[in-house]
């Protein structure tokens, strides 16, 4: 078909997914004037054969995304130089960026998102002058953007989230005038978002979250008149919310949360009459909540974690403000504050005097109120000197109030960690002592023991505060279900049994708080992070910064007096009740103990993006069971189950049956356990031998089976039916 121009396969069912589902690719080669080849959607397997690289010279629309191709992209591609349209989208592409892409002169489009993809991205990208969206989304990306990216003057489209790209985002992004989307979130870039991101004045979505950005939020967003979507969360900026703000006039959904920004929420937002979606939860908020426009709707604004402030609708259940910052009196409380402030001026001197005298004596105080006498002592310098000096190579990882770093105290010791608190982010302090207090008052095996504690002075004179714990050599379960792409993921893959030995141990641990402590304890912040593995892959709950002492007398609610901060936990694992001002219970343990479980099992992060409101991991989860339980299932936990049945194939039929009726009932708990209402959750010492029963059916040594198990987990108040 020699006067052949188009080809459009798109959306059926050709491939087979075997390598020779491509041939037919080499017989285009005859096609001299083929213009278009469209072939997406149909799961080809395979290679993209090097044939490619001989199709007609006036090819302009190449199509191949959404198959299941595999293997590196071939350089021969870049002879194809009238390309404007490349798409290899939804495959399995791995190896680097080829540089030669830089060649395709005209293309207009180039889309490789969600492939395996490494390595950098080529400076020869830069070339790509004419080119108007990039999309290299969900790959494993590292190194930074190149600085020769700022050539390409007409992009409208840069899709670079969900690799492991890292550096400052350049002050050049200001040189594309005509960019429409940008998305750098789930990187891991670093330093702030530069001033001139507002000269993007056809600007219509910015998505930075879930990187390490830092300082304060530039007021010159405010110049993109444009923008309907900004989402900054899960970063570290400071400072308060930009007044400038109030000109974006169009802004539908604006995301702050979880970053250090402090100071009093802008009137002028509540005149934002199209914003729809407000979150500035998890920062460090005070001040009186405006009851106008999007604050008049509950269903459209978090709050939470912000435990300075007041006010609001009803429906918010904040306390109510103090006349001294009401708004009728505001003009007195303007004059009387600088007054006021001459007086503590004047007595500065003074304070310092006695401050710095009495420093050394109170924090060792300190240290002997919150962990008592029975605890080795250790001083700064014996840190210093343990984790030499804290240097990086000894990092292990940081949270939400300290790092984390190796160390050993004495030669021929045990290693241990020491968690060393940032004093300077608000509530370290405080978190400190709750940290300590509920360490000192629980004893279980699965929970991560605390050595010691240091409460002194740095050799600057500042406060200084450290927890002193054992080290996990095997770290965290976060690690082991998300490895980083420079982790081989072989080394860092767990069985079904590993698991399920984990999940067990973790429900142990809450019901020992819940139930067997002199005050029972909601830990508040469940998720892997905060799970640790010991050298025998035991797990240890650890993180009590957050945690809560419930009232004797009313274990579900916290009446009664705490020694933490205001309620806090992680999106995606907090207790839906907490963010409408509902009580600390131990059912908010127990629903971050189910979406933990349901990560365990499918491998996927609660903030994974292709969650929503709609579908969140919970009814991913609930819909697919038990059909199709393992179509969702993390596919790496049963490697080592398939290992074991090829070598037994008589009784291969027999263990698959088991294995999926272990995961659908794994699954049944995790999804009774993260159900929106508390009331209808399972009760931990349920879970436990729920759990307890899934493991003897499934080693094969449980004397009633399969009937039991599923009598144990169909069982009134368990909702698993």
Not at 139 to 157: A, D, K, V, Y
Not at 171 to 198: D, R
Not at 613 to 623: N, T
């Amino acid at each position: 078909m020699k006067d052949l121009w188009r080809l459009n396969l798109v959306e059926n069912n050709l491939g087979s997914g075997d390598a020779s589902d491509l041939r037919f690719i080499d017989s285009l080669t005859n096609c001299s004037k083929l213009e278009i080849l469209g072939f997406n959607e149909n799961g080809f397997g395979g290679v993209l054969p090097t044939s490619i690289a001989n199709l007609s010279s006036h090819l302009n629309t190449l199509a191949a995304g959404e198959n299941q191709l595999v293997g590196p992209i071939p350089v021969g591609i870049s002879n194809l130089v009238n390309l404007n349209t490349l798409g290899l989208e939804g495959n399995f592409f791995s190896g680097v960026l080829p540089f030669e892409i830089g060649k395709l002169r005209n293309l207009e489009r180039v889309s490789f998102g969600i492939n395996k993809l490494s390595g950098p991205i080529p400076e020869s990208i830069g070339n790509l002058t004419q080119i108007f969206e990039i999309y290299l989304y969900q790959n494993n990306l590292n190194g930074t953007i190149p600085s020769s990216i700022e050539n390409i003057r007409g992009l409208q489209t840069l899709d670079l989230s969900h690799n492991f790209l890292t550096g400052p985002i350049p002050k050049t992004v200001g040189l594309f005038s005509t960019l429409t989307f940008m998305y750098l979130a789930h990187n891991a870039f670093i330093g702030v978002l530069p001033l001139e991101i507002g000269k993007l004045n056809n600007l219509q979505e910015l998505d930075v979250s879930e990187n390490k950005l830092s300082g304060h939020i530039p007021s010159t967003l405010g110049n993109c008149l444009k923008l309907e979507g900004l989402f900054l969360e899960g970063n570290m900026f400071q400072g308060s919310i930009p007044p400038s703000f109030s000109s974006l006039k169009g802004i539908e959904s604006l995301d702050l949360s979880r970053n250090n920004l402090f100071g009093q929420i802008p009137e002028n937002l509540a005149a934002l009459r199209f914003l729809k979606n407000l979150n500035l939860s998890f920062n460090n908020l005070a001040g009186e909540v405006p009851l106008q426009g999007v604050f008049g709707n509950l269903s459209t604004i978090s709050l939470v974690g912000n435990r300075g402030l007041c006010g609001g609708i009803a429906e918010m259940r904040l306390p109510a403000c103090p006349m001294s910052i009401k708004k009728e009196n505001r003009l007195g409380f303007n004059i009387i504050v600088p007054i006021a402030c001459i007086i503590p001026c004047l007595l500065v001197v003074l304070f310092l005097v006695v401050y710095l005298r009495k420093r050394k004596q109170k924090t060792k105080s300190l240290a002997q109120q919150v962990i008592g006498d029975n605890f080795l002592r250790v001083s700064y310098d014996q840190l210093v000197n343990a984790t030499g000096g804290f240097s990086s190579s000894n990092f292990i990882g940081a949270g939400s109030f300290g790092t984390v770093y190796k160390g050993i105290l004495h030669e021929n010791e045990k290693a241990i960690a020491v968690k060393v608190l940032n004093l300077e982010q608000r509530g370290a302090s405080k978190s400190f002592v709750a940290e300590c207090e509920a360490l000192r008052k629980t004893r279980h095996k699965n929970l991560l023991k605390i050595i010691t504690v240091c409460s002194s002075v740095n050799h600057a004179g500042e406060d200084f505060k450290a927890l002193v714990f054992e080290y996990m050599p095997n770290g965290s379960l976060e690690k082991w279900l998300h490895p980083g792409e420079d982790t081989p993921q072989q080394e860092w893959n767990m069985s079904l049994s590993q698991r399920l030995n984990i999940a067990i141990d973790v429900a142990c641990a809450l019901e020992y708080l819940h139930r067997r402590c002199e005050t029972p304890i909601v830990h508040c912040d469940l998720k892997p992070s905060n799970v640790l593995l010991d050298e025998d892959m035991i797990a240890h709950v650890g993180d009590f910064g957050l945690a809560k002492f419930l009232t004797i007398n009313n274990s579900n609610s916290d009446g009664g007096q705490t020694n933490s901060l205001a309620i806090k936990g992680s999106i995606g694992y907090v207790a839906p009740e907490y963010g409408t001002g509902g009580r600390t219970s131990t059912e908010g343990d127990v629903y971050s103990y189910g979406i933990l479980l349901l990560e365990m099992l499918t491998g996927k992060r609660p903030t994974n993006g292709m969650f929503t409101i709609r579908q969140s991991l919970h009814e991913f989860c609930k819909v697919a069971l038990p059909e199709r339980v393992m179509e969702i299932v993390d596919p790496r936990m049963l490697l080592e189950e398939a290992n074991e049945v090829e070598k037994d194939t008589q009784n291969e039929r027999i263990r698959q049956a088991k294995i999926r009726e272990c995961l659908v009932s794994l699954m049944r708990i995790g999804i009774a356990c993260s159900e929106e209402s508390p009331g209808k959750r399972m009760n931990v010492k349920d879970v436990i031998i729920g759990l307890m029963t899934i493991k003897e059916v499934f080693l094969g040594v449980g004397i009633h089976g399969k009937r039991q198990m599923r009598m144990r987990l169909t069982g009134e108040g368990t909702s698993l039916e």
